[in-house]
């Protein structure tokens, strides 16, 4: 007798979906798919089995869930320890980062160099991707993708830099093609991907840190110089038409503050960020210390600075509360710092600007390396969406 398995309604829609619910956490067991589903737990066993053929997923059998009267305890869903991962990389000033990430958001492996990032992208890139091509190897397991974060606007769909103003790169340089091209000389016959640092590092946080179950999610965080900003819209990033919006470092904080790189003065970007800090503070930047390890250090001793960069972060987060209406705001780097040193002045100064009667939760960003795991978000899409259709 030929066994029969149950027919999926929505065919490769299906295994996305489920796929996606295991990979946000937002499932444990068997009984949970099914439930959020709607289907029976016939269905629910195919399309799991299917997903643990492709090397996702897998079906513990150990109990998920305490017994019931109404039956045995339901499987586990757990993600596969030994299945595909992607490529992730950061550049930052003063430097890179890459990593090999699983589904779940799970750093496998990190690793990075700081030196100087010179005018052509193609240099560091090339080294980029060389450390990552190396860690893939080590873990031996497949690369589906490679992600790549840089501190810059990247237009869409084309993929080009177009405000690298703390990297020496052009205006308009090509990293997405770059990127690709040193990606496929690696050996890694992979799609890549190319966007902002803060959007990727938002866009990490909603998916699996402090920015989880928020609808309308905005962030702001510093590296070691410069302001980003980010808005997540129902668990997509807002990049407006062309992949250029929400640039918050160049929201003016104080009209007669410090000139700027845009050519504005008293901009979010440099008021502040670790090296406005530090200058308002009247310290030397150390040359063999990261700017935002010594900005921190500001903040945990309470440097009389730190109460007008405190105000000036205000200002800015009221302006974008204003306009924006969100339902969280994550901040990340020395904003982070500067929340944990003075987290109910800092939530006042906001409220008070604010237009409504209501103050809006600010929190910590959560995850170590949220850039890096945003961009693998954009390597994981693709599988994501149709696991069949990229896996099969």
Not at 76 to 81: E, Q
Not at 219 to 231: E, I, N, P, Q, S
Not at 246 to 274: A, F, I, K, Q, Y
């Amino acid at each position: 007798m030929t066994e029969t398995r149950p027919r999926l309604k929505r065919g490769h829609a299906v295994l996305g979906r489920v796929l996606s619910l295991v990979h946000l956490g937002q499932v444990a067991t068997r009984a949970d798919l099914t439930a959020e589903l709607g289907v029976s737990r016939a269905t629910t066993g195919a399309v799991t089995a299917e997903l643990e053929a492709l090397g996702l997923i897998h079906n513990d059998t150990r109990p998920g869930a305490p017994a019931t009267s109404r039956g045995r305890p339901s499987h586990r869903i757990v993600l596969d320890p030994d299945g595909p991962v992607v490529l992730a990389a950061q550049v930052h000033v003063d430097g890179f980062r890459v990593a090999v990430v699983g589904l779940g958001g799970v750093v496998v492996a990190t690793a990075a160099e700081r030196s100087p990032v010179g005018a052509d992208p193609a240099d560091v890139l090339s080294a980029v991707v060389g450390a990552g091509a190396e860690l893939v190897g080590g873990t031996g397991r497949r690369c589906v993708g490679a992600g790549l974060a840089v501190p810059s606007a990247v237009s869409r769909p084309g993929g080009t830099a177009l405000n690298p103003l703390h990297l020496a790169w052009p205006v308009g340089a090509p990293v997405l093609a770059v990127f690709t091209e040193q990606v496929h000389r690696a050996g890694l016959a992979v799609p890549a991907f190319v966007a902002n640092d803060v959007n990727l590092a938002a866009l990490a946080e909603h998916r699996h840190g402090a920015g989880r179950g928020a609808t309308h999610l905005l962030m702001t965080a510093t590296g070691h110089r410069g302001v980003g900003g980010a808005f997540v819209v129902g668990g997509q990033l807002y990049t407006g038409s062309s992949g250029l919006s929400m640039e918050v470092g160049h929201v003016t904080v104080n009209p007669s503050g410090r000139w700027c790189h845009c050519g504005n003065r008293g901009c979010l970007d440099v008021e502040t960020d670790p090296i406005g800090l530090l200058e308002a503070a009247g310290r030397e930047v150390r040359p063999d210390v990261a700017p935002l390890v010594q900005a921190e250090e500001l903040v945990r001793d309470g440097h009389p600075a730190v109460r007008g960069v405190v105000e000036r972060l205000a200002v800015g987060l009221a302006g974008l509360v204003n306009v924006l209406n969100p339902d969280r705001i994550v901040l990340g780097g020395l904003h982070a710092a500067l929340l944990e040193r003075e987290p109910e002045r800092l939530a006042a100064l906001v409220a008070g600007r604010g237009l409504w009667e209501r103050s809006v939760p600010l929190v910590p960003a959560e995850l170590a390396h949220n850039s890096l795991v945003g961009a693998a978000e954009l390597a994981w899409q693709p599988v994501l969406d149709d696991p069949l259709g990229v896996l099969g």
